[in-house]
C-alpha cells in the first residue's frame, strides 16, 4: 500500500470515492474483512455534507440522539451531544472523532477528487484516478460521494463581473465570512437558505432575499440537551435504533396510525397544533395519509399557511412565503430557527422573482426585470444536482466502454440502488432507486454498507470474483420504484426529488419511496434467495480459464 500522501500508483481491493459518513463506514468494514482499501477524498478533510456545508446556521434537522452511527455501541455510548439538533461544527467534529477512534485515516487520500473511472473487462479490475494524479487499481469500486454534494450554482450571466463577493452555501470558505455592515442578496428559500436566512440578518445592514418558489418550514424549537435526557436515550440506545431501522425514514418519529378523516376537525386541528409545539419534521406525520391523500394534505399544509400568516406582519409578505404550488413536504420539508419572523424586521426584505426574474448578475448586485439591487455580498443557497449529480460529474465507464452518464441519459437505473447493469463490482452507497435522502441519511447508508460488506463477504466465502445485476432484475426495480413513487403525492411536484431543479436533468423520482424498513426486508429477502437478481463470476483459477457464470436470477419479489 502506498503512503497517503504520496500520489497513489498501486492496487486494491476496493476504492471507496468519498470520506463523509458512507465513505468511512464502508473503510471500517472492508477492514473488518481483511481488504485492503483507498478512500479518496476531494476535501482536505473528512466529513462530506459537514465539511462543505459550513454556512450561517448549518444544523442538522435529524436529532442528535438520532443523527449519528448506530454501529459501534461504545461510539453512540460515548459521545456527547450539546443540543436537540447538531451544528455542522458539532458533526464535524463528531467525524472526526470517528476517523481517529477508528484509526481510519491511514486509508483516506484527502485532496484527491477522483475524475473517472474505468472497468478493464479483461482482468475484471477499475482503474481510478483523481484530478491531482492518483491512479490505481481495484476489483471493487463503491461510490459513497453523497447525494446533495454536487453543488450548483446557476447559470446566471454577469457573476464574473460581480464586483463584491459570492458564496454557495454548499461549498462555505472555512474561516468565518463576516457580513456586518453588508448588503447582502441571498438567492433560494430551500433548507440551507432557511437556516442561513435569520443568521446572516444577524450581521448584514441589509438583506434581502430573493424567492423563486416558497417552502413549508416547521419550527425547530432547538435547545440544549440535557445530560439526563441523553443518558436516558443511552440506556435503549440499542432497541431504539433496531426499531428506527424498521421506519419508514430511519427515524423514530410520533408516526400517527389515523387517517386524517378519522378524526374531528377540533381534534384535527389539536394535532397539528401539538407537533408545532414539539417542532420538527415530525409535523408531517400527524396522519397516516397526508403524503397520499390531497385532502389530509391541504388541511396539514393550511395549518402552516396560517401559522405564516400569523407570524409575518406584512400580508403581502406573508402570501408570499406561503406555499400554494405543492403538497405539503413532497418537497423536502425544512426546519428552522425564527425564518418566518426575520421578515418583520425592517432591513430584510423579499423579492417574488416569479413576478420579477432575475436577468443578471451585474457588477453591482443582482438585476431583475423590475431594477437593480445593490450588494456587497451574494449568497447562493440554490441547492444541488440532487443524487446523480456527483457520480455524473466523474467519467464512469463500464463494460465496452460504456458511460454511466450515457447509460442514465432517461434516468438514473439500478437494481435496489446499490448496482447497474454494464458495471461490474460497482457499488452505490444511497444510489438512486434507494431510500436515501428521504431517511435519516445515516441509517440508509449503514443499511447499505452492511449489505456491500455482507455481499463482498460472500465473494469471498465462494470464490466469486465479479458481482453484476440482471437486466430483469434491475427493469423490475425500476419499475417498481416508479410505481411506488406513483401512489404517493410528490410526483405532482416539481422537486430537486425528481430532478426538475436541473435544466434538462430527466423528470424521474429519484429515490426509493417504499420506506427504510420495507426497503431492508427486500434486501434482506434478496439475500436469503441467494442474491436474487445478481449474476456473480468465479473467480479464475489456472486450471480453469473460462469464466463461470451462476447465473441467480428469479423474477423479483416486492414487499
Ligand atoms: P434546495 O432545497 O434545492 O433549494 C434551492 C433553492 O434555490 C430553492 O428555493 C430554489 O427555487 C432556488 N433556486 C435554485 N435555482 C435558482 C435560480 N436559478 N433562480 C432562483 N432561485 C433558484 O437546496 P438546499 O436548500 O441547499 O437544500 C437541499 C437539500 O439539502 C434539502 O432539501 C435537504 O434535504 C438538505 N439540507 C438539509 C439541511 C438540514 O438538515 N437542516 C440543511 C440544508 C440542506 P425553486 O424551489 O423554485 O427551484
Redesign the pocket.
Known sequence: MSHPNEKGHGHFDAVVVGAGFAGLYMLYRLRRLGLTARVFEAGDGVGGTWYW?RYPG?????ESMQYSYSFSEELQQEWQWTERYPKQAEILRYINHVADRFGLRPDIQLNARVNSARYDQSDNHWTTTSERGDRVTSRFLIFASGC?SAARV?D?QGLADFKGKWYH??SWPHEAVDFTGQRVGI???????I?SIPQIAKQAAQVVV????P?FSIPAWNRPLPQQEQQAWKSKYAERRKEAKTTRSGILYDYSQFASADVSELERQQEYERRWAKGGANYTHAFNDIYSNKKANDDAAEFVRNKIRNTVKDPEVAKLLAPTDHAIGT??IC?DTDYYETYNQQHVSLVD?KASP?EAIAADGIRTTAGLHEFDSIVF????D?VTGALDRIDIRGKGGQALKEKWTAGPRTYLGLMTVGFPNLFLITGPGSPS?LTNVIMAIEQHVEWIADCLQHMQATNLAVAEPTQQAEDDWVAHVNEVASKTLFTGTQS?YMGA?IPGKPRVFLPYIGGLGTYTNICNGVVADGYRGFNFEARLSTSDHQPNRLPIHQPLQTA
Open positions: 456545508n448549518a444544523r442538522c434537522d435529524v446533495l446557476p446566471m452555501t454548499g438567492i433560494g428559500t430551500g433548507s440551507s437558505g437556516q430573493f424567492q423563486r418558489t417552502n418537497k423536502r426546519v422573482l432575475i443557497a440554490t441547492g444541488y440532487a435522502v430537486w431543479n
